[in-house]
């Protein structure tokens, strides 16, 4: 075995939205051990988007990075698919990694050629599939098939494994990582500056006093579920209650919710705010957490949700029943059933203290099995076992 003081890392991914993806990523770069590790990023990019977060965030913790364009038009170019594969690969041959990272369909299907040729092991993380059209679902075929030839592939959550065994990816390659955070905001606080960056907040999203308010943090996108959750809006209004929705993101299916909304009547009631930084801040301010997805691996959006001691309700999907004990540290519902989500808002807003007392047994589970030391530690471990067995 070779010894090393420290190896060298491509870490390759295309951020766009500051997503689950996203924060992950960001989240292990935060943590990684640099005195063992020396990680650079790779991105590819969108040019003609005016700034990236992602980007911004790498070269703020003085990461050397690299970043390829997915395209030099707007409107697409022909060749674009060879010209990034060429550029990766001429970039990994260059920088002579230990081992390529990679994230993503596109990473995926570039970074194994590319890694290869430079006879580097690779290693992907799969955050779970997004379903879509028949463009993309090809690519999520693509990527299926490529995932079988990678040295290593870690999973976010045990259903995503159980899928990759569905798809000819042999068991022995898997290895399941759970998503982790570091969030340690509390909604117990009762600190003065505490109270008052609620309030600001609590107002910035429509919530006067004694108003519940929900919320949600991620992509808007047609797999989130969220147009469930403003239908349960409506029928919860319609039952007497008072209440706000907050939701944190942005994404392609934004206009269709804002349409929604106004003709469901609650357009009043729910406040898109877009993409925000800070979502910790407005995790202080929500009474209720709601994460209606169809479809998820394990996402950090309610790990952070929780960690922050707020009363979570989330679909029983994907990895969520691994985090969530419904009834205990928070409350599974069935996907695309505003009924159960409008059921659960009014078990949590009639009896606070069992929302309190969920939200404290969350915050315990966080704690003992989410910690984002270990988590980022048993990443580099995937690491050093990749490379050693590859030496």
Same mark, same amino acid.
């Given at each position: 075995?070779?010894n090393?003081?420290k190896?060298?890392?491509a870490?390759?991914?295309?951020p766009?939205d500051?997503g689950?993806l996203?924060?992950v990523?960001?989240n292990f770069?935060?943590h990684?051990d640099?005195? &063992? /590790? ?8 969108r040019p003609w988007e ?8 790498i070269r703020r913790?003085k990461f050397? #990075?690299f970043?390829i364009p997915?395209?030099?038009s707007v409107k *697409?170019? +022909? /060749?674009?698919v060879?010209?990034?594969l +060429?550029k990766?690969k001429?970039?990994? *041959?260059k920088?002579?990694?230990?081992l390529?990272?990679t ?12 890694a290869?040729?430079?006879g580097a092991?690779v290693?992907?993380t799969?955050?779970g /599939?997004?379903? *879509?059209g028949?463009?993309l #679902?090809?690519?999520n075929r693509l990527?299926l098939?490529?995932?079988g030839?990678?040295? &290593?592939v @870690?999973?976010?959550?045990?259903? @995503? &494994?159980r899928d990759? $065994?569905k798809n000819?990816?042999?068991?022995e390659?898997i ?9 340690r905001?509390s909604?117990?606080?009762s600190s003065? #500056?505490?109270?008052?960056a609620?309030?600001s907040?609590r107002?910035m999203?429509?919530?006067?006093p004694?108003e519940?308010l $929900?919320?949600y943090s991620?992509?808007l996108?047609?797999?989130k579920?969220i147009?469930?959750l403003?239908c349960a =809006?409506k029928m ?5 209650l ?5 939701l944190?993101?942005? *994404?392609?299916?934004r206009a269709? +919710?804002e349409?929604l909304a106004?003709d ?7 406040c898109f ?6 979502v910790?801040?407005?995790l202080?301010a929500?009474?209720? /957490? ?6 998820e691996?394990?996402?950090m959006a309610l790990?952070e ?5 707020v009363p979570?309700?989330?679909?029983a999907?994907g990895? =969520?029943?691994?985090?969530?004990? #419904?009834? @205990?540290?928070?409350i599974?519902?069935?996907?695309g059933?505003?009924?159960?989500? &409008? ?8 009896d606070r203290d069992?929302?309190?007392?969920m939200?404290k047994?969350?915050? $315990?589970k ?17 690491y050093v076992?990749?490379?050693c =067995?590859n030496?």
């Amino acid at each position: 075995m070779k010894n090393r003081s420290k190896y060298k890392i491509a870490y390759v991914l295309t951020p766009i939205d500051f997503g689950g993806l996203e924060k992950v990523s960001l989240n292990f770069l935060k943590h990684v051990d640099r005195d &063992r /590790f020396d990680i650079e990023p790779i991105m590819f990019l969108r040019p003609w988007e005016n700034g990236n977060f992602f980007e911004d965030e790498i070269r703020r913790l003085k990461f050397e #990075s690299f970043s390829i364009p997915v395209s030099t038009s707007v409107k *697409g170019e +022909l /060749f674009r698919v060879p010209r990034c594969l +060429l550029k990766l690969k001429n970039l990994v *041959g260059k920088r002579h990694y230990d081992l390529v990272h990679t994230h993503g369909y596109l990473a995926d299907l570039l970074g194994l050629p590319a890694a290869r040729a430079s006879g580097a092991p690779v290693v992907s993380t799969c955050h779970g /599939f997004i379903p *879509g059209g028949l463009k993309l #679902s090809l690519y999520n075929r693509l990527d299926l098939l490529a995932l079988g030839r990678f040295d &290593r592939v @870690i999973a976010v959550s045990d259903s @995503i &494994r159980r899928d990759w $065994l569905k798809n000819s990816v042999s068991a022995e390659r898997i290895k399941v990582i759970e998503n982790a955070t570091s969030c340690r905001l509390s909604q117990a606080d009762s600190s003065e #500056s505490f109270q008052d960056a609620r309030e600001s907040r609590r107002k910035m999203a429509g919530a006067g006093p004694g108003e519940i308010l $929900l919320g949600y943090s991620g992509r808007l996108s047609r797999e989130k579920g969220i147009a469930d959750l403003i239908c349960a =809006m409506k029928m919860l209004i319609e039952s007497g209650l008072t209440l706000k929705l907050v939701l944190l993101g942005d *994404g392609a299916q934004r206009a269709e +919710l804002e349409e929604l909304a106004a003709d469901s009547g609650v357009k009043e009631n729910v406040c898109f705010a877009g993409f925000q930084t800070d979502v910790e801040s407005w995790l202080m301010a929500m009474d209720i /957490f709601v994460l209606p997805s169809h479809s998820e691996g394990t996402p950090m959006a309610l790990l952070e949700a929780m960690a922050a001691g707020v009363p979570c309700i989330a679909t029983a999907v994907g990895g =969520m029943p691994a985090v969530i004990h #419904s009834g @205990i540290n928070g409350i599974l519902i069935s996907p695309g059933k505003p009924v159960e989500i &409008r059921d659960a808002v009014r078990l949590l807003a009639s009896d606070r203290d069992k929302g309190s007392g969920m939200a404290k047994c969350a915050q $315990l589970k966080i704690e003992q099995k989410y910690s984002v030391h270990n988590w980022a530690r048993s990443i580099e471990e995937e690491y050093v076992r990749t490379i050693c =067995m590859n030496q």
